[in-house]
Nanobody, 123 residues
Framework: QVQLVESGGGLVQAGGSLRLSCAAS????????MGWFRHAPGNEREFVVA????????IYADSVKGRFTISSDIAKNMVYLQINNLEPEDTAVYYC????????????????WGQGTQVTVSS
């Protein structure tokens, strides 16, 4: 089993920045894909970014390219999502997810999920 715990969300003004953290435990995740997704009220869960642990390959949603950056700290078993120039449309619950088999944009492929952290952007 893999446990994921997100943190770092909050209320921020448009144009501001946040760094979300995802703490992973339970297994060595060196061969896992790690993804960030977000879910806003009334919308489907949306892919944001995913990477193979350690950053050997990364894919971003077009809507966040240039503003969002994923990174990891293997020694600490942490994954981060740096969000710059926040927009009200970024308001959502952000989830960290892990999958041992593939790097994918599809949430259905991810086996493990955190509880989410709320990001609210005011205009």
């Amino acid at each position: 089993q893999v446990q994921l715990v997100e943190s770092g969300g909050g209320l921020v003004q448009a144009g501001g920045s946040l760094r979300l953290s995802c703490a992973a435990s339970g297994r060595t995740l060196s061969s896992y894909a790690m993804g960030w997704f977000r879910h806003a009220p009334g919308n489907e869960r949306e892919f944001v970014v995913a990477m193979w642990w350690g950053g050997s390959s990364t894919i971003y949603a077009d809507s966040v390219k240039g503003r969002f950056t994923i990174s990891s700290d293997i020694a600490k078993n942490m994954v981060y999502l740096q969000i710059n120039n926040l927009e009200p449309e970024d308001t959502a619950v952000y989830y960290c997810a892990a999958d041992p088999r593939r790097l994918s944009r599809a949430p259905g492929f991810y086996d493990y999920w955190g509880q989410g952290t709320q990001v609210t952007v005011s205009s």
